[in-house]
């Protein structure tokens, strides 16, 4: 597919026409991962913020798992727009919220009935912080930017004495509405609600509006019946509309600000829009990423990958999103409205513990505290840690209860601002609940075919998280924890079969299932890996990689097995869902794979990490609508590129230790909160010198192939001299290899 991206080009072209260099936010490609099955959504929003508004599309142009929700967003081979909600999902395979739908109309009488317009990508542009379109159906240019918790509209109508701007509350993309309510307080404010349940069972969200000049007259819609009042209406579903005289070309601009707990905070968070500044707000917009993306800058005079790369780090930075509104007030987990200062919202930990939560301890020092205080808050008020968390709901979406190696990896950087001690207590609970077949785990050291599905999934990811708690324990020293956390880190063993190679499902009786399937993600006929096979999770050992290499009797046994799970291809492409990215069993369109390479530094074979590597980041990732090759997952996707584009990666996300790998770029440079700088250099790089052939760490000889996150955070500078063959010294020795220190 051929895209073509005016604006980004427009930017390109008058930055290069004064010789400056240009702003970083101008290599930021929002289409990106809008096809293909990513789910982005290129609107409007600012690092982090509670608001995301972005045109929604209807109907899906496909219909598998991986890309159902692509077209109810945004999908990039659609051409109607519905509106434009204020609330989405990044990159996941899950209703992507959709709340307060607007659009504004031109030619229409007030009704409830579907609206749609059809537009062009040659009228359409986005930026960081900004997205404009042309309706055709209307002849409306919409514009939208945000701050943090309020979304700004500017509206150019052509002459009317109807121009409409609609409020859809009954327009969803998944999350079925409960109740939505619509109350005039002026002829220029208003105020709203919608709840709903879905993805999250019990979302609730407050509105408040103001326009730019008063309307002229509201109709209201209860479900599709108009009603008689013009003040207020409260149904299931509500529509809204605001009808104003237009001369031609005349804007209209309107704040939308938003609140998880209650009015006032709506009615507050239009306060961070204190005028009808359109143009300043969106270059406030623009400078908040700027600010964020200078954190990381690199060098390099392919503008395609900087395109890629800075549009990765831009997803990055897109979610958890803010919960707490304007007064600092947000409803918990216990229904409740609480008060608490940059609190955050929306974690799929399953995707993001793996290495966009490892990147925030780099590059979000400030906010990794509070990521971690709004952890524990959840838990004080549901009595675990999260899993799966939107809008303080408990989807319990995925598997394991990997809010644990976020809060591990915090604890042992030795971050401040939260209590400890509090992190360890919730912890445990976690580790210790009687549901999600944590207590069959606990009971038979492994979780048993008859009891649950996923059930080999499930075991070896509670092993990881508990060698996470064990590694807490021991810091804080518990010895007595420290001993038992450990043992039970090692219960992906009791699902390893020696003599196959494989971890597979057991009975509770200790005896294998029949039925094995090593591609297949079933055994007799129920599943027992999530969204992957024994491929995949016989490796998802990030904690014992030792130990694994150990069960497969020696390091050439591991090395084969390794090799063979890039080369063993799938009966066909669709198989486990289509999932994308395919080397072998290697599927890098989703997150369980992401790991596996970096075992080769564990018997002294970096260079084929760096093979596998690159060939990965060549092809599942692009400048285009289509470039990231599935689910972006909340920044899961894009870490993974941030990371090894520099040539690095937390192989264990808790382990304190960097992988050098084989980067993309000449020069990176980590800017760090505590003023100091972290450079890689890699000197000769080319297409085909793509291995290390020896290192340097402030100047001093360097074989390791990895770095400690002291390292880093000490302000270094390491060089890696890059060559066409493998080197025959550097990363091989034992001494050299990872966890060996």
């Known amino acids: 597919m051929k895209a073509t991206f005016p604006f980004l080009l427009l930017i390109f072209s008058v930055c290069l026409s004064f010789g400056d260099s240009p702003k970083l936010t101008s290599y930021i490609n929002p289409f990106i991962g809008t096809a293909g099955g990513a789910h982005c959504y290129p609107g409007a929003t600012v690092p982090f913020g509670m608001v995301q508004l972005s045109p929604d599309m209807g109907n899906s142009s496909s219909e598998d798992f991986f890309n159902y929700t692509s077209g109810k967003q945004y999908d990039y081979n659609l051409s109607e727009i519905q509106g434009f909600s204020h609330l989405h999902l990044g990159g996941t395979a899950h209703d992507p919220a959709g709340d307060i739908s607007v659009m504004p109309m031109y030619g229409e009488k007030p009704s ?4 749609k317009s059809k537009f062009s990508h040659s009228q359409e542009w986005a930026s960081p912080g900004y997205y404009a379109v042309e309706l055709e159906r209307f002849r409306i240019k919409a514009e939208l930017t945000t701050t943090t918790r309020c979304g700004f509209h500017r509206y150019t109508f052509p002459q009317s004495s109807e121009a409409i701007i609609r409020f859809d509350l009954a327009y969803h993309n998944g999350g079925r509405p409960l109740e939505c309510e619509f109350h005039k307080l002026n002829d220029s404010t ?6 709903s349940t879905g993805y999250a069972d019990d979302k ?62 709506a009615i507050a968070g239009l ?69 608490g200062n940059q609190i955050f919202t929306q974690y799929g930990l399953w995707d993001t513990y793996r290495a966009l939560h490892p990147l925030f301890t780099i590059t979000q020092t400030e906010r990794v505290p509070q990521i971690m205080q709004s952890f524990l808050a959840f838990y004080e008020q549901y009595g675990l840690l999260p899993v799966w968390e939107m809008a303080f709901c408990e989807t319990h979406c995925m598997t394991g209860y990997h809010a644990v190696p976020v ?28 549901i999600r077949n944590s207590k069959d785990y606990r009971t038979h050291h492994f979780v048993p075919f008859e009891t649950s599905t996923a059930n080999v999934t499930k075991t070896t990811e509670y092993a990881f998280d508990d060698w996470c708690i064990a590694r807490v324990a021991h810091k804080l020293s ?87 799970f890039f080369t063993t291809n799938y009966p066909s492409d669709n198989y486990l869902g289509g999932m994308g990215g395919l080397i072998g069993q290697y599927a890098h369109g989703n997150q369980p794979s992401h790991h596996i390479p970096y075992f080769y530094h564990f018997v002294g074979k970096p260079c084929k990490t760096a093979e596998i590597v690159q060939q990965i980041m060549h092809s599942f990732y692009s400048d285009k609508p289509d470039g990231i090759i599935n689910n972006e997952d909340t920044g899961s996707m894009s870490s993974w590129y941030v990371w090894n584009a520099m040539g690095l990666y937390p192989f264990n996300p808790a382990g304190g230790e960097y992988l050098i790998t084989s980067p993309l770029v000449e020069q990176s440079t980590i800017n760090l909160a505590n003023g100091k700088k972290f450079i890689i250099r890699a000197e000769n790089l080319s297409v085909k ?15 390791k192939s990895y770095i400690t996150h002291s390292d880093l955070m000490n302000g270094s500078q390491l060089i890696l001299k890059m060559g066409s063959q493998p080197s025959e010294t550097w990363g091989i020795q034992e001494k050299d290899l990872p966890g060996k220190h």
């Open 271 to 339: 306060n961070e829009i204190r005028d009808w500044s359109f143009d300043r707000v969106r270059t406030e917009a623009n400078d908040a990423w700027e600010k964020e993306l200078e954190k990381i800058q690199v060098q390099s005079d392919n503008s395609k990958f900087l395109q890629i790369f800075y549009t990765a780090v831009y997803h990055c930075y897109i979610a958890p999103t803010r919960f707490d509104d304007y007064n600092h007030t947000y409803r918990g987990a216990d229904g409740k409205n609480h008060q």
């Open 204 to 265: 609730r969200v407050f509105f408040a509006v103001r326009t730019s000049k008063p309307i002229r007259d509201l109709v209201l819609f209860a479900d599709s019946t108009r009603v008689k009042s013009k003040e207020q209406v409260r149904a299931v579903g509500v529509k809204a509309c605001l009808i104003f005289s237009t001369r031609e070309r005349e804007q209209i601009l309107m704040k939308v600000a938003m609140s998880f707990a209650n009015t006032e905070g």
């Open 478 to 564: 518990k010895t007595n924890d420290y001993k038992l956390f450990m043992q039970r880190s090692s219960y992906w063993k009791n699902l390893f079969d020696s003599q196959s190679g494989f971890a597979r499902p057991k009975y509770t009786n200790g005896n294998w299932v029949p039925g094995f399937d090593p591609l297949n993600d079933r055994t007799n006929g129920k599943e027992s890996y999530t969204e992957g096979n024994s491929w995949h999770y016989t490796f998802m050992v990030p904690q014992d990689p030792y130990g694994l290499i150990k069960a497969f009797g020696s390091p050439e046994r591991f090395l084969n097995k390794l090799d063979s």
């Open 407 to 434: 809060l591990a990896d915090a604890i042992l950087k030795g971050f401040n601002g939260f209590d400890y001690e509090k992190a360890y207590e919730a912890m445990k609970a976690s580790a210790n609940q009687d």
């Open 689 to 703: 010198n793509i291995y290390v052939q020896e290192a340097t760490l402030n100047g001093k000889p360097y074989t």
């Open 190 to 195: 208003f105020i709203g609600s919608r709840f």
């Open 112 to 115: 409830a009935k579907l609206i």
